[in-house]
Nanobody, 125 residues
Framework: VQLQAFGGGLVQAGGSLRLSCAAS????????MGWYRQAPGKERELVAA???????TYADSVKGRFTISRDRAKNTVYLQMNSLKPEDTAIYYC????????????????????WGQGTQVTVSS
């Protein structure tokens, strides 16, 4: 499985960006997909995740501002980011697994088998 992320960039605080992650290859059986981010000097953290059944999980810091969605026909997961803040600046990574992760497990990166290359998101103040 290959994951390719798109959509990062530079935006002013309060602005919006939409990230896309397209899956290709042996994608049959992919269940949970997620977005992680890593800021300089910080650990990688879950931003949002979605299962094949549509169950979603969000980090507290992005609830109400970010929305994860999935187009199964296109094998693509999206992250709509609104009201961006400078603290959202990070490299964003998409991840996927064949596991149908329960909510309490989605934030643990060890459960994800496939990772895309990162896309930089920079929010200026």
């Amino acid at each position: 499985v290959q994951l390719q992320a798109f959509g990062g960039g530079l935006v002013q605080a309060g602005g919006s960006l939409r990230l896309s992650c397209a899956a290709s290859g042996s994608i049959f059986g992919i269940n949970t997909m997620g977005w992680y981010r890593q800021a300089p000097g910080k650990e990688r953290e879950l931003v949002a995740a979605i299962t094949s059944g549509g169950s979603t999980t969000y980090a507290d810091s992005v609830k109400g501002r970010f929305t994860i969605s999935r187009d199964r026909a296109k094998n693509t997961v999206y992250l709509q980011m609104n009201s961006l803040k400078p603290e959202d600046t990070a490299i964003y990574y998409c991840a996927a697994t064949t596991r149908g992760l329960i909510a309490s497990s989605r934030s643990s990166s060890r459960w994800y088998d496939y990772w895309g290359q990162g896309t930089q998101v920079t929010v200026s103040s």
